[in-house]
Structure formats: structure tokens, C-alpha cells
T-cell receptor
Framework: GDSVTQMEGPVTLSEEAFLTINCTYTATGYPSLFWYVQYPGEGLQLLLKATKADDKGSNKGFEATYRKETTSFHLEKGSVQVSDSAVYFCVCTGGTSYGKLTFGQGTILTVHP | DAGVTQSPTHLIKTRGQQVTLRCSPK?????VSWYQQALGQGPQFIFQ???????QRGNFPDRFSGHQFPNYSSELNVNALLLGDSALYLC??????????????FGPGTRLTVT
């Protein structure tokens, strides 16, 4: 079945630092890829998505590019803020599991002033 | 526009008991999926309902069952509770005939504690 692997966390950064959270996936066919974010005390919400190879998803200064050749979807942000502190999940769907979201284990990001 | 709602917010049960969790999808959505999120882990897919039938199921035992009503709301039932069933249970709604890559909207979850 489909699977998603995220870099080990947690990640602690100072404000304005560069962020990368690595994500690789295993899926047959042509999955769609997402990053979901879970802010403290809030529900999961979609951050960005990409539905085909070489697509770049972007939102709120975050970016991720769908790399089929390396089966990766790394999340990046050039300058993080304290308000970006949250848990980030790399997610895939489609392939053999259309309609079912397969989540990575999550990466806790803490940004200090 | 109401988003996805879940009830109750928190629940404490004893091993061996049964529990029912409820979910109302976002207005206009007809598909409900349930996920279990253990502490420190990513959500795991339990099952998905549309047109009042279970359409997909993850690797969960038969103790986990569900139902979808004509108004698209859904229930998750767990029988013979185990300590390991303690988790945050999330409901997500979407459209059955949605384009590939469309967003699923999540509710705030029900925190179940089994003692």
C-alpha cells in the first residue's frame, strides 16, 4: 500500500530562519500530494497541494514541489515566523488509495523569537 | 457556512465498553471519512462512507464500525474498547465526485480515553 515518510523531528528554529521538512512517498500510479498543518488547539487544515509531477504547491510563504523521479515533496519556507509553530503532515492520496489520505508521522515545528 | 462538526469533544470510557462518535460534514459534502490519531502519530484511515455505505476500509478490526445517514452525517462505533483505542478520532468530509487532489475538510476531533 501507499506510505509516506517524513524527516525525524522535532524541528526548532529561530524566527526568520530557513525551513525544510523532508518528505518521501511510496505509491503506485499518480498520487496527489499535500501538506496539512495542525496548529495548537486547532483542527487539521490543508496548507498546500500538488496533483502531478513538477507541480509546485504554495501558500503562506510555504512551497513544495512534486518530484516524481525522487518520490519527494519537501516543504520549504524562506523565513519562518513564531506563528508557524505547528505540526506539519505530509500526505498522499490517489495511486492505489483514491479517497483515502495516507499521512506521514508528522513533524513538530517550534519557532522562537 | 458550518464546517465539519464532531461530538462529543472528549470522552472517557472503560475497557470493554462501547462508544459512538458523531460527525456532521461540511455543508454540501456527501462523503465522510474517519481517522484515528494516536498521540504523536499521523492520522490513520479507518473507513469512508458515501451513499450510506462503507466504500473503503483501512486496517482496523471489525470492532470498528460505522454508519452514514441520509443527511450525510455519520457515526463511528467502537465495541469492546481496548486501552490502545485511546486516541483523537477525526472526521473528514469531501465530495464523492470531486476532482483528484481536492481538499478534505477535517473536524476538531473527539478525544477518547479508555481506562
Amino acid at each position: 500500500g501507499d506510505s509516506v515518510t517524513q524527516m525525524e523531528g522535532p524541528v526548532t528554529l529561530s524566527e526568520e530562519a530557513f525551513l525544510t521538512i523532508n518528505c518521501t512517498y511510496t505509491a503506485t500510479g499518480y498520487p496527489s500530494l499535500f501538506w496539512y498543518v495542525q496548529y495548537p488547539g486547532e483542527g487539521l487544515q490543508l496548507l498546500l497541494k500538488a496533483t502531478k509531477a513538477d507541480d509546485k504547491g504554495s501558500n503562506k510563504g510555504f512551497e513544495a514541489t512534486y518530484r516524481k523521479e525522487t518520490t519527494s515533496f519537501h516543504l520549504e519556507k524562506g523565513s519562518v515566523q513564531v506563528s508557524d509553530s505547528a505540526v506539519y503532515f505530509c500526505v498522499c492520496t490517489g495511486g492505489t488509495s483514491y479517497g483515502k489520505l495516507t499521512f506521514g508521522q508528522g513533524t513538530i515545528l517550534t519557532v522562537h523569537p | 457556512d458550518a464546517g465539519v462538526t464532531q461530538s462529543p469533544t472528549h470522552l472517557i470510557k472503560t475497557r470493554g465498553q462501547q462508544v459512538t462518535l458523531r460527525c456532521s460534514p461540511k455543508s454540501g459534502h456527501d462523503t465522510v471519512s474517519w481517522y484515528q490519531q494516536a498521540l504523536g502519530q499521523g492520522p490513520q484511515f479507518i473507513f469512508q462512507y458515501y451513499e450510506e455505505e462503507e466504500r473503503q476500509r483501512g486496517n482496523f478490526p471489525d470492532r470498528f464500525s460505522g454508519h452514514q445517514f441520509p443527511n450525510y452525517s455519520s457515526e463511528l462505533n467502537v465495541n469492546a474498547l481496548l486501552l490502545g483505542d485511546s486516541a483523537l478520532y477525526l472526521c473528514a468530509s469531501s465530495l464523492k465526485n470531486r476532482p483528484l487532489g481536492s481538499e478534505q475538510y477535517f473536524g476538531p476531533g473527539t478525544r477518547l480515553t479508555v481506562t
